[in-house]
């Protein structure tokens, strides 16, 4: 049984530099009713922003958000493996923003809550590469690893336009394309959660 946590970061109105950095955890997936994990697409609220803001930071509000992967194998005919994957998502209690609140703490909240979003999608985007692979049971460990890598870098590529696009949330136009998006692209992976 092993299990992957990736935590991430994501500043507001700085370039994003996402920690990609997976850390070997003894705590499971939590999982759903029917055993896959829980991926979890909610709204955000300041109430969610416990952490302690960071008082030398020029910046209103830091979401972080972790992906954590836990899975099994077992060995299937001619070297290949039958592997079973849990994902959950959440939102950190690293996370905070400045009080008092911000005066654009409406516009900030939606622009933080497409930072979650890209959790929602790096787990839907990894459940759905792991459910089209063909698993050699030699490298079971290191092909979860890559998928794992690759839904990330996919991420971390998409969050660093999304920061640049929507100029940290302060370009109401593009934040309302990329909400679209956020909705859109949810709405197509959903069925892999």
């Known amino acids: 049984r092993h299990a992957e946590t990736c935590p991430m970061r994501a500043p507001l109105r ?3 530099y996402l920690l990609a950095v997976a850390a070997l955890s003894l705590s499971p997936a939590p999982l759903s009713a029917d055993g896959t994990g829980v991926i979890e697409r909610r709204m955000l609220s300041w109430s969610d922003f416990v952490g302690t803001q960071d008082a030398a930071s020029p910046y209103d509000a830091y979401t972080w958000w972790t992906v954590h992967y836990d899975y099994t194998w077992t ?3 001619a070297g290949s493996a039958d592997v079973t994957v849990t994902v959950s998502n959440r ?3 690293e996370s905070w923003v400045r ?4 005066p654009n703490q409406v516009s900030l909240l939606r622009h933080e809550q497409g930072h979650y979003d890209f959790s929602v999608l790096v787990a839907l985007d990894f459940r759905r590469a792991v459910a089209g692979t063909r698993f050699s049971a030699a490298l079971v460990d290191q092909t979860l690893a890559d998928l794992f890598g690759a839904a990330l870098e996919r991420c971390k590529a998409l969050e660093l336009r999304y920061d640049e696009e929507t ?3 302060a370009d109401p136009e593009a934040q309302a394309r990329w909400n679209a998006w956020f909705e859109s692209e949810i709405r197509r992976l959903w069925e892999w959660r």
Do not use: N, V, W, Y
């Not at 009080?99 to 911000?102: E, G, I, Q, V």
């Open 99 to 102: 009080r008092p609140l911000p």
């Open 75 to 77: 060995a299937g005919p």
């Open 91 to 93: 939102l950190s209690e």
């Open 167 to 169: 100029a940290h949330g």
């Open 14 to 16: 700085i370039p994003l």
